[in-house]
């Protein structure tokens, strides 16, 4: 069957109005390039006209319409469906035709006329199946689309609430992470006030030791001369070193101050320096951690017969060095 074949198939189908809307534009776009087409069209039109204003709706029985509507589901489609009802509708059309035809041409006794009625009411009783399929149809249609909606619906009701949930935990993880940095920048406050804090008391630490040291240098004072030169310590920054001699006993005291405390495995030791003569090692000593520290020890000559002194930093394990407090080697990296 070629496409305009089908097209005229659906022309019982329009006349009723039972086509949607592609296969109804198909069929009007058909009679408007097809005269023949258009004046089969315009026939089956008047007929239909006619039949409707001259016969009435005969209500099919139960059973036969509760057939129809189960046949329909099982044909499974809309459009399949409105194409067999278009086919009944057109073999009945055909037979009511033929007949009308004969009837004409033969005398019209009262069989005939009975027969007519009995036609008349066959068609009326096809039409009003016919109107009972379509409606049937579209119920069947309708209720598929919307059991279809209704799913769509339900879908997209699951997507959003996947989308909400997932946007919900979003705002937990930043919500912890916002905690986490809170928490994290107030330990962080913390070590910089206790860092304010130890540096405070650090200098207040250095300051008492610094305060101590002069105390100690004082008192030493009263009882222990000072000589002429003091010693030229290779000391790191601003440190300090003061030489005192007892007035009664051979006793000598060093005062430093400012000074680094030696690494692990290294100390601090002191040279007295006599001109011709090998430097003389006197003491080994270190410092506390704020630097500072008085450091006594023997004396086997007066400080007054030492042209001056030197503080070198040597490793503990090593055997004291005189030579490197002699002038040539003094300043050299220890």
């Known amino acids: 069957m070629t496409r305009e074949e089908e097209i005229i198939a659906d022309f019982p189908a329009y006349a009723l109005g039972a086509l949607d809307d592609e296969a109804q534009r198909a069929v009007e776009e058909l009679v408007e390039r097809d005269q023949d087409a258009a004046e089969e069209l315009a026939e089956m039109l008047e007929t239909v006209a006619e039949f409707s ?122 919500s912890s992470t916002e905690q986490m940095l809170t928490h994290a920048h107030e330990r962080i406050s913390k070590q910089d006030q206790e860092i304010v804090r130890m540096t405070e008391l650090n200098d207040a630490l250095r300051t008492s030791m610094n305060d101590q040291i002069s105390l100690t240098y ?53 040279y007295l320096v006599r001109e011709g003569n090998e430097p003389f090692y006197a003491a080994s000593f270190n410092l506390n951690q704020a630097g500072y520290g008085t450091v006594l020890f023997e004396l086997t000559l007066p400080l007054s017969l030492y042209d001056g002194a030197h503080i070198t930093r040597e490793r503990v394990a090593d055997s004291p060095d005189p030579s490197l407090a002699l002038p040539e080697n003094r300043f050299k990296p220890q």
Request: charged share 25%; no cysteine; aromatic share 8%.
């Open 218 to 270: 004082a008192t030493l004072r009263n009882e222990y001369n000072s000589p002429d030169w003091q010693p030229d310590a290779a000391l790191a920054g601003n440190g300090y070193a003061y030489l005192l001699e007892h007035q009664r006993r051979p006793i000598g005291a060093l005062v430093v101050g400012g000074v680094e405390k030696a690494p692990p495995g290294e100390e601090y030791r002191l």
């Open 53 to 174: 204003a001259r016969i009435g709706e005969a209500e099919p029985p139960l059973a036969l319409r509760r057939r129809l509507v189960s046949t329909a589901d099982a044909e499974g489609g809309a459009a399949h469906q409105a194409s067999a009802f278009s086919s009944l509708v057109s073999h009945l059309e055909n037979r009511i035709t033929i007949e009308e035809e004969e009837y004409e041409h033969e005398p019209k006794n009262i069989w005939q006329r009975l027969g007519s009625v009995f036609t008349a009411g066959r068609l009326a009783f096809a039409t009003s199946i016919a109107s009972f399929a379509i409606v049937g149809i579209m119920a069947i249609q309708l209720g598929t689309d919307n059991v279809q909606l209704n799913r769509k619906f339900t879908d997209v009701e699951r997507e959003v609430a996947t989308a909400y949930a997932y946007a919900q935990e979003i705002l937990d993880d930043m």
